[in-house]
Every structure is written in structure tokens, then in C-alpha cells.
Nanobody, 122 residues
Framework: VQLQASGGGLVQAGGSLRLSCALS????????MGWFRQAPGLEREFVAA????????YYADSVKGRFTISRDNAKNTVYLQMNSLKPEDTAVYYC????????????????WGQGTLVTVSS
């Protein structure tokens, strides 16, 4: 199983980025796909998740209204559209997958991508 995250970069506050996570190695029809982030010195935190089967969506309060998670079944790819970015969104962003029901706890996820750095300048 491989999760390949991409799309990070440097952006000014108020700008936008779209992260992608390409999945391969097995079917993910029953999985929950999540995005997490980890800033220096802080714990990894939940950002958003989507159910691969019914597209049910979950967001952390800190990103509601600014970030949008989506999936493309044909491309086996999950996206995180990030708008109105703030300096506090600066972190390494990871995509992750788990089988079964939704969890926001990172320890519940079995598969992880390598992370992509997002830096928001003020």
C-alpha cells in the first residue's frame, strides 16, 4: 500500500494550495481517508477526512469553511483544497488511510504518506 502526497509549497497568507494524495496497492472502497498536519514542536493533528464509499466528510473546527476535502475514485486520489491560508496553517501535511469507520485520532490510521510541507508567510 502506498500513499503519495504532493502539492505543498510556500504561499502568502490568504492564498490557496491544493494537496493531492494518490493511493495504490489495494482497493480502498471501504476506507476512510484523512489529512493530518504537524507543525514543529507540536503533535500531529487531524485536519479533514472523507469516506471513500459514501463521501461523508469531516473537518477540524480550525479549517471549516476554508479547506475542502474531496476524492476522485477514477484516479484513486484524495485532495485537500486549502483557501484563505493563515501562518498557523504552516505544517507538514500527511495523508492517511484506515479501514472501517471514521476516527480523528492519528493512531487509528494504518497507512501514511510521506508528508508534504506547507509554509504560509505573513
Amino acid at each position: 500500500v502506498q500513499l503519495q502526497a504532493s502539492g505543498g509549497g510556500l504561499v502568502q497568507a490568504g492564498g490557496s494550495l491544493r494537496l493531492s494524495c494518490a493511493l495504490s496497492g489495494r482497493p480502498f472502497s471501504s476506507a476512510i481517508m484523512g489529512w493530518f498536519r504537524q507543525a514543529p514542536g507540536l503533535e500531529r493533528e487531524f485536519v479533514a477526512a472523507i469516506s471513500w464509499s459514501d463521501a461523508r466528510i469531516y473537518y477540524a473546527d480550525s479549517v471549516k469553511g476554508r479547506f475542502t476535502i474531496s476524492r476522485d475514485n477514477a484516479k484513486n486520489t484524495v485532495y485537500l483544497q486549502m483557501n484563505s491560508l493563515k501562518p498557523e496553517d504552516t505544517a507538514v501535511y500527511y495523508c492517511a488511510a484506515r479501514d472501517g469507520s471514521y476516527w480523528s485520532r492519528s493512531s487509528r490510521y494504518d497507512y501514511w504518506g510521506q508528508g508534504t510541507l506547507v509554509t504560509v508567510s505573513s
